[in-house]
Every structure is written in C-alpha cells, then in structure tokens.
C-alpha cells in the first residue's frame, strides 16, 4: 500500500509542479495518507530519526513528503504557508534532518543586551562585554521571517523595554502570531503601557521574584518594587478604559532559598493585581557566589512550600506553573524525550550572532546575510542537529538546565558557571 501511496504521491506532486497549482497536491487523498504514515513511523520509532538502518521505502517515503511540503511552503502564503511550513518543520525534526527546508516556528528577538538592574542571579551581574542594541533596521530584515512564526519572543539577554522601536517591532509581527515580550517592568509607566497595549502585544511576562521591597532588593540589587507594582496597576487600568484583555499578564519567580518562603504570597500579589497566571522555576546558578541560594541545598522546604504555594493558587483561581518537587517520581523528573529546538526556533541576538536556545551560549553564526538558509543551515547549525543525544553531543546539551530536559535530581541540572563569573570574579 505505501508503495503505491508513493507512485501516487510521485505523480501529484510532478503534476502540482508543471501546473504551477498547489490544489493537485492538497485536494489529493494520497498526499495525506502517505504523510500520516510517515509522521507515524516517525514518532513511533525507538531511535529518534532517520539513519542508516531505516528502510529504504521509509526513508523515499519521507523525502518524497518532505519535497512536497516545501513546494506547498513556496507557493502559497498568509495562513495556509504557516500550516504547511509547521508540517514540514514537525516532519524535519520528527527525522532529525540536519538540513531544513522549513523556517523556524518560534524565535526570540533581542532588542537589547543592556539592563537597567543588575539581578544576582543573572549573568547581567558580571557581563563585561560591549553594551549592544539590535538595529532598527533589523525589523525590516528579520519581519519576512515572522510569517512562519507562531511566537515571537522580544526577550533576551537585556531589558527589552529600552530600545525606542518597540511599536515598530510590534507592527511587524502578524497578529496570527503570539507575541510575547519579557521584561523587568521598572519601565511600565503610562506611555509606555498605552503603546503595549495598541499596537497589540499579546502576553507580558514580568520578572519580579518577591513579594517586600527587601526581598526585591536582595534578588534585583535595586530599589524598585513599589514602582514595578504601580506600572501594572496603571497597565491593568488602562486595558480596562480601552476595553483590551492584551496584553495578558503574568507574574515571574526565580526560586531561590531567600526568596522561596515567599512564593504563597507571591501568588496572591498576582491575584490582587488582577493577574492570573505565575510561573515559578528553580534558580539557575550562573556564578560560584549563589551556589548557597539553589534549592538543591533545601530541597524538603522547597517542596513543602511550593506545595504550600498550589494550594493557594487552587484557592485563589491562579494557574500556577510550579517547580517538580524534588520528591517526585523519578520518572517525571524530565518532561520531554526529544528536543526540537534546533529545528523550530532561532535566537537573534542583539550582537548578530545566533544561538540555538536560551541556554546553549554557542553562537552559530550571523544572520545579517541576504539568504536566511545561508545561517540556518550552516555547518554548525546542521552538525548541532546531527549529533543532538548521540555521543557527539554539544556540552551545552549534554547538561542541559532547560526546565523541559532536564533531571531536577541531579545537582549539575542546577548549575550553569558560566567562564565570564569566574573572570570577573564572581566567586564564593
């Protein structure tokens, strides 16, 4: 049956081409019959992706699919394109194919590199590199890429706020897409929130981790706290006078062992400012100094408390995203078996240079070329790719310290010394 699906799908596909008609291949039964057995095989497989020991049928098959794909891809647009371009993207990456055809799904965009706080536990608190911002012109370049985007992040390595062409940015990202913007929020005055909210931002992550000014001034090494409260009161007031439930609120907590008693208060904060989504994570230690602030070194008050903290959001109607309990079954302690960030998302860094995730630092190159799959598929990128969980891996992957792959078990899933710390002489 496959292999008849094949010749069919051989023919459209030479018939969708000469015609120059997209509909050949979408109305075709065939095209869809042969592309679910292949996502199937696909996902079902023990060993992730294609190799030498897969069929030679599977492997025809999956090229074949792939080709079609990209066609449909290039000659349609709006909605129908993203689709398509998702499609072959779940496919491209379901096959660990080192070389895409897709675009990315997902991307962050880094306005900046410069901060206005200098947060003990970020690597902000010992860059020693040149200050940088993303071009405005960046926009124009970088904006062909959004249509394939799902999400678009203005989030980075600085606070993205203190560029001047946030509404510009804004503009550029089609309203299909979900776009998101992290940020400290010292910057919410009123001006700034009435242009979030018109030129239709559509979620507002805020990094805040306490809930007293002590406590804020300890994590933040700022004065600040009653500020950033009074600019999302000011934000949620003039969402109301303009009738706009975006941008969506939520509240952020770097669970550290100063701050964790804080974490139930925390989640009524949010409630009183009328927000109603937290997310909580472990802190991440970047620099030897805060080894004594990671949870790992208190892991049954963690656990007690965090515990604490759901039962208030169940009380409060907060969707609280919390931190696996140390005691959790070991099976649950990594979330995803595959990761597909190396396939679906790009991180344009305000220095041109490209990183795969937030937390693999390599950079791999720079996209500031005519052709996007000029970078995309540079040798470091497609050598990524290829060697993702096999002994080759990048060390950046091997210890990976995203919330999704990592073990919370293992002490090292919890560290992330960066050389520049031990340069600048952020030691213990």
């Given amino acids: 049956m496959q292999q008849w699906l094949v010749r069919q799908c051989r023919d459209l596909l030479a018939r969708a ?19 679910r057995r292949v996502r199937e ?14 069929p030679a049928l599977q492997r025809d098959s999956f090229l074949l699919i792939r080709e079609a794909f990209d066609f449909l891809v290039r000659r ?10 998702l499609a072959l993207n779940r496919l491209e990456m379901l096959a660990k194919w080192p070389e895409l055809r897709s675009h990315p799904i997902r991307c962050y965009f880094e306005t900046t590199n410069r901060c206005n706080l200098r947060c003990r536990m970020c690597g902000q608190s010992f860059f020693r590199g040149d200050r940088i911002d993303m071009p405005r012109a960046a926009i124009e370049r970088l904006s062909p890429l959004f ?24 503009d550029a990202i089609p309203p299909a897409a979900n776009s998101w913007l992290v940020s400290n929020g010292l910057l919410l005055a009123p001006e700034c ?34 500020r950033v409260i009074a600019g999302v009161r000011d934000l949620q007031e003039q969402k109301r006078a303009l009738g706009s439930a975006t941008p969506r609120l939520t ?18 904060l949010a409630r009183r400012l009328g927000i109603d989504r937290v997310i909580a994570d472990y802190l991440v230690v970047y620099s030897e100094d805060m080894k004594r602030e990671s949870l790992f070194c208190d892991q049954e008050r963690s656990d007690r408390i965090v515990a604490e903290a759901q039962r208030v959001a169940a009380d409060e109607g907060v969707e609280l995203t919390a931190p696996m309990a140390f005691s959790a079954p070991g099976q649950r302690a990594v979330r995803r078996a595959r990761c597909g960030e190396p396939w679906e998302f790009i991180y344009f860094r305000a220095d041109g240079f490209l990183q795969p995730c937030c937390t693999n630092s ?47 078990r293992r002490e090292a899933s919890h560290l992330h010394i960066m050389p520049e710390s031990i340069a600048a002489g952020r030691t213990a």
Avoid at 197 to 222: C, N, Q
Avoid at 251 to 268: D, G, K, Q, S
């Fill in 193 to 226: 929130n009435r242009t979030l909210i018109e030129h239709g931002l559509k979620s507002l992550f805020l990094s805040i981790d306490a809930t007293t000014p002590e406590t804020y001034r300890f994590v933040r090494g700022a004065d600040g706290f009653e």
């Fill in 147 to 170: 249509r394939f985007m799902y999400d678009v992040s203005i989030f980075g390595y600085g606070e993205a706020l203190l560029v001047d062409y946030i509404p510009e940015l804004l």
């Fill in 41 to 54: 095989y696909l996902e079902a497989k023990p060993e992730w992706g294609i190799g030498a020991a897969t």
């Fill in 17 to 35: 081409r000469a015609a120059g008609d997209t509909r050949v291949l979408t109305e075709a039964r065939a095209f869809y019959a042969l592309e």
């Fill in 362 to 408: 390599d950079k791999l190159g720079r996209w500031g070329g005519e052709d996007f799959f000029e970078y995309w598929n540079a040798p470091a990128y497609q050598e990524l790719r290829r060697t993702l969980y096999t002994p080759q891996q990048n060390h950046w992957c091997r210890e990976c310290v995203h919330v999704c792959y990592r073990d919370i």
């Fill in 76 to 85: 349609t647009g709006g909605d129908e394109q993203r689709a398509h371009n």
């Fill in 251 to 268: 509240l952020t907590f770097v669970a550290m062992r100063r701050n964790i008693e804080e974490l139930p208060e925390f989640v009524r």
